[in-house]
C-alpha cells in the first residue's frame, strides 16, 4: 500500500471496523453473563463456554493485529493473500465462537462440510471474516427456535459457503442498495462481495421475504492429486 495513503477513516470503514469487532465482543458478553449468572451448571457446559471466550478472545487480537498493519480498512476487502488452505477449516473454526450466541438466543446451530478438502488460494482471514459477518448476522434474524445452518462444499471448480437462516428474508432494498451502502447491514453484505470478488468469487444473494440464504462462490486452488488425498 502506498505510505502516503494516511487520509481518516470514513464513516462506512468505520462501520466495518465496528461490525467486525461486533461479533467476537458479543460472544464475550454472553459466555461471561453465563458465567456471572452461573447458568453454565457443569463442568463441560463451562468447559464450552471458556474455550469459546478464549476463541473470540484470539479473534479480536487478529482483528486488532490485521488494523495495526493497514494504514486503512478499505485494504481490508483489497487483493487477498495467496496462501493455500482449506476452507473447512478455516470456516469451521470462524463460526464455532458463534455457538454460545446461538445457545443465548435458543436458535438451533447446524454446520456441514465436504468429506474432502476444499482448497482455496487466497487469504484466509479475509474469508474467516466473511463467515463470522453472514452467521452472525443471520443470529440476529433468526427467529427462536429457528436455525441458522452452514454449508461448506464444492462444485466442480468452484467453493461454494452458504449460510441460511429462518428469519425475515432479505428486502429488495438491501440488494438494491448494495452498489452504494448506507446502513451497517447492507455495508456487511456490500464488504462480503468485495471480498468474494477479489478473490475471483461471487456473493449469491436473492430478495425474500421468507428466511434468508446467501451463497459466497471463490474458485478452488489447484493442488497436486496426492495433497488432496492427506
Do not use: C
Given at each position: 500500500?502506498?505510505?502516503?495513503?494516511?487520509?481518516?477513516?470514513?464513516r462506512?470503514?468505520?462501520?466495518?471496523?465496528?461490525?467486525?469487532?461486533?461479533?467476537?465482543?458479543?460472544?464475550?458478553?454472553?459466555?461471561?453473563?453465563?458465567?456471572?449468572?452461573?447458568?453454565?451448571?457443569?463442568?463441560?457446559?463451562?468447559?464450552?463456554?471458556?474455550?469459546?471466550?478464549?476463541?473470540?478472545?484470539?479473534?479480536?487480537?487478529?482483528?486488532?493485529?490485521?488494523?495495526?498493519?493497514?494504514?486503512r480498512?478499505?485494504?481490508?476487502?483489497?487483493?487477498?493473500?495467496?496462501?493455500?488452505f482449506?476452507?473447512?477449516?478455516?470456516?469451521?473454526?470462524?463460526?464455532?465462537?458463534?455457538r454460545?450466541?446461538a445457545?443465548?438466543?435458543?436458535?438451533?446451530?447446524?454446520?456441514?462440510?465436504?468429506?474432502?478438502?476444499?482448497?482455496?488460494?487466497?487469504?484466509?482471514?479475509?474469508?474467516?471474516?466473511?463467515?463470522?459477518?453472514?452467521?452472525?448476522?443471520?443470529?440476529?434474524?433468526?427467529?427462536?427456535?429457528?436455525?441458522?445452518?452452514?454449508?461448506?462444499?464444492?462444485?466442480?471448480?468452484?467453493?461454494?459457503?452458504?449460510?441460511?437462516?429462518?428469519g425475515?428474508?432479505?428486502?429488495?432494498?438491501?440488494?438494491?442498495?448494495?452498489?452504494?451502502?448506507?446502513?451497517?447491514?447492507?455495508?456487511?453484505?456490500?464488504?462480503?462481495?468485495?471480498?468474494?470478488?477479489?478473490?475471483?468469487?461471487?456473493?449469491?444473494?436473492?430478495?425474500?421475504?421468507?428466511?434468508?440464504?446467501?451463497?459466497?462462490?471463490?474458485?478452488r486452488?489447484?493442488?497436486?492429486?496426492?495433497?488432496d488425498?492427506?
Open positions: 500500500m502506498d505510505s502516503n495513503d494516511d487520509h481518516p477513516l470514513s462506512l470503514e468505520l462501520l466495518a471496523l465496528a461490525h467486525a469487532l461486533r461479533t467476537p465482543l458479543t460472544t464475550l458478553s454472553m459466555g461471561l453473563e453465563l458465567l456471572r449468572h452461573e447458568r453454565a451448571d457443569s463442568a463441560n457446559a463451562r468447559r464450552d463456554v471458556v474455550a469459546a471466550l478464549v476463541d473470540a478472545s484470539e479473534e479480536l487480537r487478529r482483528l486488532v493485529d490485521r488494523s495495526l498493519h493497514i494504514e480498512l478499505g485494504a481490508y476487502v483489497g487483493p487477498p493473500a495467496r496462501e493455500v482449506d476452507v473447512r477449516r478455516i470456516v469451521g473454526e470462524a463460526i464455532e465462537p458463534l454460545v450466541q445457545k443465548k438466543r435458543r436458535v438451533r446451530f447446524s454446520s456441514r462440510a465436504a468429506a474432502r478438502r476444499v482448497m482455496v488460494r487466497g487469504d484466509a482471514l479475509k474469508l474467516a471474516w466473511i463467515a463470522t459477518a453472514l452467521v452472525g448476522n443471520a443470529l440476529r434474524y433468526a427467529r427462536p427456535g429457528g436455525f441458522v445452518e452452514v454449508v461448506v462444499t464444492a462444485r466442480r471448480e468452484e467453493a461454494r459457503m452458504i449460510v441460511r437462516d429462518d425475515p428474508g432479505i428486502p429488495s432494498s438491501v440488494v438494491a442498495e448494495l452498489e452504494s451502502p448506507h446502513t451497517a447491514s447492507v455495508l456487511t453484505l456490500h464488504l462480503v462481495r468485495e471480498i468474494a470478488e477479489a478473490h475471483g468469487g461471487r456473493l449469491v444473494v436473492a430478495p425474500s421475504t421468507l428466511g434468508a440464504v446467501v451463497e459466497i462462490v471463490v474458485p486452488a489447484r493442488v497436486r492429486r496426492s495433497d488425498a492427506a
